[in-house]
């Protein structure tokens, strides 16, 4: 696989001065156009034998092009904050925006290929990490992002040379470590696991590009070539894509776009898990009091414990609309130690959460180890009010169970107690609840008139709902269905759950 990047390939410093300043024009025009477009991000991981220019092609892209719109990131060990949460945290939280450009160094393929190597990986453990990878990347293209991948590769005898020579220049010995020397003698061993890197995650999408890094003029020509025509052809799609759009009427594009809506046969009521719910349920007063105070106090044991051995809870609350998710919410919270607790209310994306994918802004809230996090609504408004009210497309809805589900399992893999509970009401309940509040001064501004436009797409969201359980309930990350008709019940049920779920993480 690395044999035609060990041919040794030269480009002359004359012909270099020649043709890098239309590179660089090319470059800087190719990157104001992306700016303009504003739909994709531009990502570029540099991976490679240690020695072979990765550094300084980063630097040269940077001086080539304007660093403002350029977001540089190298990663090392990570740091006590990173090892807290789960492991793509950190470069979930440094993805680009749309229409910037992210150069990556020492990004989510180092430590894989790095544990291989030594022997710290089994197959069976490398491929699935890779696997994960490779569910990242595909997430990230299938929301339109562009990626490049660069595998900067010397022979042995190359990078012991490249090093050495490193080493003898007193301005640059800096940049040879113990660890290079280290890596250069299980030389074979990484090649091996980087050719099983490249041969599992090379994609359509997400494609490894093999360069040669003995000469520095011949890589960053390559390189600078590489990066060019891929964002030229995709910025050829999108012009031709938006002249097609402006010949076609307004009615046939929006066809296309949109997503069929859901139905059921006419004057019937759609069967859905929902449906089959006992919305009788319910507590008195005199036991409510007794249990709240019970579950509050096993709840608030519980979470101490889990504090002092690092154990996070999320929990995920989605429901109708006055279903009781904001009391639910504050009955936990008033077991909780404010210091360690957060509510994160989700509504529409902000400008700055619309220029990434969908999961970033959820990635980013993920809190420190030994804290509660609670989000009111979630990442589930892909597959609920986005499917429903046609802002998302069918494929990107569809395809968004997955992406939901790998996202959950790495949130379990990192031991979080994740806990999804679905508050439900009868269609009944609410109009009796959205009239309450009509009249409750203190209530009053809780009722929107989006609140009753979702209520006449009832049957539609009720479909949505039992097709997300469908697929996203799993055995790590299930569902919990709310019986919620009675408050009293439901805000019961609620805590002891959580109680449940936390004491089987802490063995009690």
């Not at 910037?100 to 990986?121: C, D, N, T």
Request: aromatic share 10%.
């Amino acid at each position: 696989m690395f044999r035609t990047a060990e041919l040794g390939r030269k480009i002359s410093k004359g012909e270099y001065k020649t043709e890098a300043p239309l590179l660089r024009q090319q470059l800087l025009e190719a990157q104001q156009a992306l700016r303009k477009y504003n739909k994709s991000p531009v990502i570029i991981i540099f991976a490679g034998v240690d020695g072979a220019g990765k550094g300084e092609t980063v630097n040269l892209l940077n001086e080539w092009m304007d660093p403002r719109w350029i977001t540089t990131r190298a990663y090392d060990l990570p740091t006590q904050e990173e090892q807290e949460r789960p492991e793509m945290w950190r470069y979930w939280r440094d993805l680009p925006a749309n229409g910037k450009i992210g150069l990556f160094l020492s990004s989510w393929y180092s430590k894989p290929v790095l544990e291989r190597a030594h022997k710290q990986l089994s197959d069976i453990e490398f491929d699935d990490r890779l696997q994960q990878i490779l569910a990242f990347e595909n997430a990230l293209v299938d929301d339109g992002a562009i990626i490049l991948k660069f595998w900067m590769h010397l022979s042995k005898d190359a990078q012991k040379k490249r090093l050495t020579t490193l080493e003898k220049d007193p301005r640059l010995s800096w940049r040879v470590t113990k660890k290079d020397w280290k890596h250069w003698k299980k030389y074979d061993h990484f090649l091996e696991a980087a050719e099983r890197v490249i041969m599992r995650t090379s994609t359509g999408g997400a494609p490894w590009n093999i360069i040669e890094g003995g000469d520095a003029c011949y890589r960053g020509l390559t390189v600078g070539g590489i990066i060019l025509n891929t964002i030229e052809k995709q910025l050829n799609h999108w012009k031709q894509k938006t002249e097609a759009e402006a010949h076609k009427p307004e009615l046939e594009m929006r066809a296309e776009d949109a997503t069929p809506p859901l139905t059921t046969q006419a004057n019937t009521t759609p069967v859905t898990l929902l449906s089959s719910l006992n919305m009788d349920n319910a507590l008195s007063k005199k036991v409510y009091k007794s249990e709240l105070i019970k579950y509050q106090g096993i709840l608030n044991q519980l979470h101490r414990k889990a504090r002092e051995r690092g154990i996070s809870t999320l929990l995920v609350f989605e429901g109708a609309d006055a279903a009781g998710k904001g009391g639910a919410i504050r009955r936990i919270t008033a077991a909780l130690d404010a210091r360690n607790v957060q509510v994160i209310p989700i509504a529409a994306p902000t400008d700055e959460e619309r220029v990434h994918h969908y999961l970033w802004r959820f990635w980013r809230h993920l809190s420190r180890a030994g804290r509660f996090t609670i989000f009111d609504r979630s990442w589930y408004g892909r597959v609920l009010v986005e499917r429903v009210e046609q802002f998302a497309r069918e494929k990107e809805w569809r395809r968004a169970y997955a992406e939901i589900n790998d996202f959950e399992s790495q949130l379990v893999e990192h031991n979080i107690v994740l806990v999804k509970f679905w508050v439900h009401i009868d269609k009944d309940e609410q109009l009796e609840r959205f009239k309450a509040r009509e009249v409750t001064p203190h209530k009053k501004w809780k009722l929107t008139d989006e609140d009753w436009r979702n209520r006449e797409k009832w049957d539609e969201y009720e479909l949505a709902v039992n097709d997300m359980v469908e697929h996203t309930s799993t055995r790590s990350n299930p569902w919990v269905l709310v019986e919620g008709n009675d408050k009293l019940y439901s805000r019961i049920k609620v805590l002891k759950t959580v109680c449940e779920h936390l004491g089987r993480a802490l063995d009690e």
